[in-house]
T-cell receptor
Framework: GAGVSQSPSNKVTEKGKDVELRCDPI?????LYWYRQSLGQGLEFLIYFQGNSAPDKSGLPSDRFSAERTGGSVSTLTIQRTQQEDSAVYLCASSFQRGGGEEQYFGPGTRLTVT | AQSVTQLGSHVSVSEGALVLLRCNYS??????LFWYVQYPNQGLQLLLKYTTGATLVKGINGFEAEFKKSETSFHLTKPSAHMSDAAEYFC????????????FGKGITLSVRP
């Protein structure tokens, strides 16, 4: 079946502009995660959605970052007033949550470059 | 709080040689442990995981890892390296419970020499 998809695959934006990154999780997966992969910081957790529960936003680096998940499926990560340090690969993952330890399936990522 | 340490950033082995990638973790709760692999320009793929039960876990592509609580380690091994194993390998930890957010190590790049 279809895996996790992300769009766009690459995004170049000017400093100060807003960007939206999209994630389509695997159908039926209840949990959705966003991570960021950068040279300096490695792989970092950003935000977690599970069903109708309040999202865990503890990994968002600043209030310029926000995310939503509509209808328990598609998720959008928004970065406002982008800065050069936001340049990274943004990875989305989904899983069927049962209580812990489930495999997370990752998308190919969106490479964001802020000029 | 949880953390993962992967010492070194690069390992090089000859084709057919043993692969050993080290991972140590810190966790205040019983950990769930994972190894993910990332091939160039691709997303992460799960190699294997430990949740409960048998401490020696086998994964895909001939890899295995052993959970050693006394050493807080979860080293990844493969008896015989193949050229196709060249990739970046990440060790990760999560806690029990519904929120399985992963805390990753810095990753190790494995090169395989012919």
């Amino acid at each position: 079946g279809a895996g996790v998809s992300q769009s766009p695959s690459n995004k170049v934006t000017e400093k100060g502009k807003d960007v939206e990154l999209r994630c389509d999780p695997i159908s039926g997966h209840t949990a959705l995660y966003w991570y960021r992969q950068s040279l300096g910081q490695g792989l970092e957790f950003l935000i977690y959605f599970q069903g109708n529960s309040a999202p865990d936003k503890s990994g968002l680096p600043s209030d310029r970052f926000s995310a939503e998940r509509t209808g328990g499926s598609v998720s959008t990560l928004t970065i406002q007033r982008t800065q050069q340090e936001d340049s990274a690969v943004y990875l989305c993952a989904s899983s069927f949550q049962r209580g812990g330890g489930e495999e997370q399936y990752f998308g190919p990522g969106t490479r964001l470059t802020v000029t | 709080a949880q953390s993962v340490t992967q010492l070194g950033s690069h390992v090089s082995v000859s084709e057919g040689a043993l692969v050993l990638l080290r991972c140590n973790y810190s966790s205040s709760v019983p950990p769930y442990l994972f190894w993910y692999v990332q091939y160039p320009n691709q997303g992460l793929q799960l190699l294997l995981k430990y949740t409960t039960g048998a401490t020696l876990v086998k994964g895909i592509n001939g890899f295995e890892a052993e959970f050693k609580k006394s050493e807080t380690s979860f080293h990844l091994t493969k008896p015989s390296a193949h050229m196709s194993d060249a990739a970046e390998y990440f060790c990760a930890v999560s806690g029990p419970g519904a929120n399985s957010k992963l805390t990753f190590g810095k990753g190790i790049t494995l090169s395989v020499r012919p």
